[in-house]
């Protein structure tokens, strides 16, 4: 079983900043991906960033130049900084790792991310 612990979620003003992480534990023989989705109320779940075990990086188009994603493989965790945020940001943020040859998917619980003046 694997287990995800998010952070760092909160209410930030339009053009502020925060720090989500996720630390996973558990039965982690092989992360291949980690990444994180967001879900606003009234709509579908979608891919912010996600970033590989090499360091690869995608991210959505909306959120280029403005999100960052990194990992600390030797902790397991991985970040989204979030810079110029923006009130269409508003969403539940979901950290997602797949793990293992059949890519597992795995969901933190989400972290609420309010930009609102």
């Known amino acids: 079983q694997v287990q995800l612990v998010e952070s760092g979620g909160g209410l930030v003003q339009p053009g502020g900043s925060l720090r989500l992480s996720c630390s996973a534990s558990?039965?982690?023989?092989?992360?291949?991906?980690m990444g994180w989705y967001r879900q606003a109320p009234g709509k579908q779940r979608e891919l912010v960033a996600i970033?590989?075990?090499?360091?690869?990086?995608n991210y959505r188009e909306s959120v280029k130049g403005r999100f960052t994603i990194s990992r600390d493989n030797a902790k397991n965790t991985v970040y989204l900084q979030m810079n110029s945020l923006k009130p269409e940001d508003t969403a539940v943020y979901f950290c997602n790792v797949r793990v293992g040859a059949a890519l597992t998917n795995y969901w933190g619980q989400g972290t609420q991310v309010t930009v609102s003046s």
């Open positions: 970033i590989s075990n090499d360091g690869t990086t």
């Open positions: 558990g039965r982690l023989a092989s992360i291949y991906f």
